[in-house]
């Protein structure tokens, strides 16, 4: 469907098509008024004379501008109609969606794929918040802005709270492999069933393919009705077999059996793969590790840092809070390796700094190493030499500093950090702890800096390392 000044009012120019859906198609065209590119949903004209259809299209602008203040879903910048045709100008994200992407590259990191869905997560419990229910969950719909953030579009079928119902009995609205059981059935979908749909495309990001993909869309609608949960470790090497215990809750038959929100979903997913991380054997490491000191006798006091606030969910290995408050104590702590990269020695004096407002003071502490780990050695391929006890000291390190006792932890973190080098996201989470513990234990440093970027470099963007780093700032 060409489009031009009959289709289109002339502020928008030099249209051009960039995705074409089952109502219509998608326009990248300039705003010349306000000087900026916009994406353009045009109803398709041989639905146009179809009043239901029409309502439909105009409910989605409705349903979404209701969100568009919120983070992470799709601003709506205009309704209108020209020459019998509604349109919807929307903002413009140049990423495309996550369709694409596992079209060009299939499965994705771990790391990138909870990000990911912690964003889609976010922007749907928020819709459910205001009584919008999505109903057509996939990645075709969760596209990708010029950072690679992900905001959720097209409500087009949505279920929208104070709008009228358009939808019969028994008539199922979705894409197949993405249907919850209910609505494959016909019957109401609610903000479980948009769950679900997230459930399938987390399992789709991690296993490269949908839980129950098939050639025939009836069949696999069919099978979200009937047919058992599959394993998703056993679709993808390297996934945790901790995984499938979270997609038999989320993909449930049943919505009341499902997570209660998108968030707690993703952390379960989290959880996941920090439980694996915290119970797999790990090859070990011949070299000592040192472990923090205790405090000496006598040392500057810090001043008071502000009380976190209380997480609003967990991170695996880590509690989210925002640390470091008033004062703006810092402590220079303790490395664990030389200048030149090579092992520290076994014992050696390290000068440390606390700083206060107004005042430094300079004391003299003693490190030791631990004893080497006894376990035998062994090697997996792809895999870096570490500590066999590295990720159980890392657990224990974790379930202190959870519980509040940050002396008792970090001197386990210490020892987890040397242990896990080299051994991605099990690294990357005890990076994140000890920073925790060392900005809420010893104040903020530089290294605590340090131990984010590490972690943000492994598992990528995530809200607490940013919380961590701003308060550190």
């Known amino acids: 469907m060409p489009v031009g000044t009959a289709t ?46 029409r309502k439909r299209f105009t409910r989605e602008a409705l349903a979404a501008a209701r969100l568009s203040s919120e983070e992470s879903i799709v601003t709506i910048f205009d309704v209108g109609e020209s020459d019998g045709q509604p349109f919807i100008v ?3 994200l140049p990423g495309g969606s996550l369709h694409d992407v596992l079209k060009r590259n299939g499965a994705q990191s771990p790391a990138r794929a909870l990000d990911w869905l912690e964003q889609a997560a976010r ?16 990645p075709a719909n969760l596209l990708l802005d010029r950072e690679g953030r992900v905001h959720v579009a097209d409500f087009g079928v949505a279920s929208a709270a104070g709008l009228d119902s358009l939808t019969q009995a028994g008539t199922v609205i979705g894409t197949a492999g993405y249907l919850a059981p209910e609505q494959a059935e016909g ?28 050639d025939s869309p009836t069949a696999e609608a069919t099978a979200h009705v009937r047919s058992p949960v599959p394993s998703v470790a056993g679709r993808r090497p390297g996934l945790p077999a901790e995984a499938d215990a979270v997609f038999l809750r989320a993909l449930a038959k049943n919505p009341a059996d499902r997570y209660s929100t998108g968030a707690e979903l993703v952390a379960a997913l989290r959880a996941a793969f920090a439980d694996s991380a915290g119970t797999t054997q790990i090859t070990p490491s011949t070299r000592a590790t040192r472990v923090a000191a205790p405090p000496p006798t006598t040392r500057a006091v810090a001043a008071p840092a ?23 104590a810092l402590a220079a702590v303790l490395l664990t390796r030389g200048d030149d990269g090579s092992p520290a020695p076994a014992q050696r004096n390290v000068r440390v700094t606390v700083t206060e407002q107004g ?29 066999a006890s ?16 940050y002396s008792g932890a970090l001197p386990l973190l210490e020892q987890a950090a040397n242990a896990l080098r080299g051994t991605g996201l099990a690294e990357a989470y005890n990076d994140y702890n000890l920073a925790f513990t060392l900005a809420k ?33």
């Open 187 to 214: 019957r109401e979908a609610t903000a479980a069933s948009d769950r679900y749909g997230l459930a399938v495309v987390a399992f789709e990001l991690l296993a490269g393919s949908r839980p129950y993909e098939n």
């Open 306 to 328: 502000r009380a976190p606030r209380r997480p609003s969910w967990l991170l695996p290995l880590a509690l989210l809070a925002l640390l470091c408050g008033g004062g703006g």
């Open 390 to 405: 590295g990720s159980s000291t890392a657990l224990q390190g974790y379930r202190k500093m959870q519980a509040g006792d």
């Open 90 to 92: 929307m903002e413009y």
């Open 8 to 53: 289109l009012p002339d502020r928008y120019s030099d249209p051009r098509l960039v995705a074409r859906g089952g109502m219509g198609a998608v326009y990248c065209a300039r705003d010349t008024v306000l000087g900026r590119l916009v994406a353009i949903k045009v109803l398709d004209e041989r639905y146009a004379e179809d009043e239901t259809v």
């Open 441 to 473: 234990s010893q104040g903020c440093s530089v290294r605590v800096i340090r131990l984010l970027d590490a972690s943000q470099a492994i598992q990528g963007h995530r809200t607490p390392i940013d919380q961590l780093r701003k308060a550190c700032g």
């Open 359 to 387: 005042r430094t003071v300079e004391q003299t502490v003693t490190v030791a190493a631990a004893a080497p780990p006894t376990t035998t050695p062994s090697t997996a391929a792809g895999s870096t030499v570490g500590s």
């Open 123 to 138: 922007a749907l419990d928020q819709a459910h918040g205001k009584g919008v229910v999505h109903r057509d969950v996939k």
